[in-house]
T-cell receptor
Framework: GQQVMQIPQYQHVQEGEDFTTYCNSS?????IQWYKQRPGGHPVFLIQ?????EVKKQKRLTFQFGEAKKNSSLHITATQTTDVGTYFC?????????FGAGTRLTVKP | DVKVTQSSRYLVKRTGEKVFLECVQD?????MFWYRQDPGLGLRLIYF???????EKGDIPEGYSVSREKKERFSLILESASTNQTSMYLC???????????FGSGTRLTVV
């Protein structure tokens, strides 16, 4: 089955700095999803990208889907302490989604 | 507010016990999933179901079974709990086809 690799595994930033996490697939994806899991919480669906080269924004979060539909990124501008958590990407694999290992973001006030 | 509800937030069981983890969703979703989440290993799929009475093995089905007798309910069963099954268990559901998963709050199971 396809594999979804996510980097970096951890990222520590100063509040106000930008943050980016990258997701790469071994196969072409029909879509890619992003989730956020706060410490002690459960994953919450953020967004789904479907089209090649697609870019979507949610306030300070920018999501991109690569032209070849094999990679994606999530960029957060001017991080805040509320951005703390683990960000997962996920791509379809037969009847379910294959999750990346996640990028754990910590923010120093 | 749509929900996936897991019956217990914390659970402590003894080695060898039969354990039932229950999950109920109120969104009329066709698909339901059971994952376990362990530090450094991410989310690993145990079993999923895309219809009533249907089930498919995920990546780590050994030591687990599932039951889906009604559309809204998906149960995970640990036939004989072992210490290596100590983990956070997450249930999720989704519509058939592309679309995000809705996760439950999780059950943190400790097997002693």
């Amino acid at each position: 089955g396809q594999q979804v690799m996510q980097i970096p595994q951890y990222q520590h930033v100063q509040e106000g700095e930008d943050f980016t996490t990258y997701c790469n697939s071994s196969t072409t994806l029909s879509n890619i999803q992003w989730y956020k899991q706060r410490p002690g919480g459960h994953p919450v669906f953020l967004i789904q990208l479907v089209k090649s080269g697609e870019v979507k924004k949610q306030k300070r979060l920018t999501f991109q889907f690569g032209e070849a539909k094999k990679n994606s990124s999530l960029h957060i501008t001017a991080t805040q302490t509320t951005d703390v958590g683990t960000y997962f990407c996920a791509g379809p694999d037969n009847n379910d989604m294959r999750f990346g290992a996640g990028t754990r973001l910590t923010v120093k006030p | 507010d749509v929900k996936v509800t897991q019956s217990s937030r914390y659970l402590v069981k003894r080695t060898g016990e039969k354990v039932f983890l229950e999950c109920v969703q109120d969104m009329d979703h066709e698909n339901m999933f059971w994952y376990r989440q362990d530090p450094g290993l991410g989310l690993r799929l145990i079993y999923f179901s895309y219809d009533v009475k249907m089930k498919e093995k995920g990546d780590i089905p050994e030591g687990y079974s599932v039951s889906r007798e009604k559309k809204e309910r998906f149960s995970l069963i640990l036939e004989s709990a072992s210490t290596n099954q100590t983990s956070m268990y997450l249930c999720a559901s989704s519509y058939r086809g592309p679309g995000g998963y809705t996760f439950g709050s999780g059950t943190r199971l400790t097997v002693v």
